[in-house]
């Protein structure tokens, strides 16, 4: 059984939900069928197949290409970005796969320090409104729960529905020791696309943990690096 009671916080992610203006995204329905699909969305660039349950049992089998130093899910991957440019992934699938690959998308984007290069990714990775506003006005950084070069590790799908999802990544960095780290994710659809919550301070509603073992998570990583 998972569990983060006795894991120590770390860093400014650990900030208490007391005054944040972000919404949390709502537990997932456990009376919807694991299965269900449609096949409308309002996609950004058309994608047509929407989960409205988390469907992930098992890690996805995909590809890997590094944002950086750190792996994310490859171009065309089965959960996105479908679409991938100069400083520019997205589009990615109305899914929990899709939610699960914009969470790592966006962990390999936030380790960017350039302000000029931060100011244009932020409306491509975080949800309109208090957070998005705050990450403009000081496009310095961008909240990360994950330590130094980490690489992920494992999830779990914490909810999810067509609206939004929290995905809990973990990472581990060899330059750490090997430290394992869990990373909790709000998103939101918006805009045709999975994007981060954050609160009004343009941090991270959640907060992100060190952890003993992976017990609990589905592990998931670029077995090459």
Known sequence: MRGRTAMLTIGVLALALTGCTAPLPPAPDATQAVDETVTTSDSVCGMQTVETTNTLTAAPTNQWELVGTIAVTAENSGGGPFVVRENERFCFART??????????????????????????????????????????????????????????GFAID??????????????????????????????????????????????????????SLDGYLPWSDDSR
């Open 96 to 153: 929990a796969y899709g939610a699960l690959a914009a969470a790592v998308n966006y962990t390999a984007f936030a380790s960017e320090t350039n302000p000029e290069v931060l100011a244009g990714l932020v409306p491509m990775l975080v949800a309109p409104g208090p957070g998005r506003d705050a990450a403009l006005a000081t496009p310095t950084a961008l909240p990360n729960g994950a330590l130094g070069s980490p690489q992920v590790a």
């Open 159 to 212: 909810a999810y529905d067509t609206d939004a999802a929290i995905i809990d990544l973990v990472w581990v960095d060899a330059d750490q020791g090997g430290a394992l780290v869990s990373s909790p994710v709000s998103l939101q659809w918006v805009e045709g696309d999975w994007k981060v919550v954050l609160d009004d301070r343009a941090q991270s509603p959640l907060p992100a943990a060190v952890i003993d």
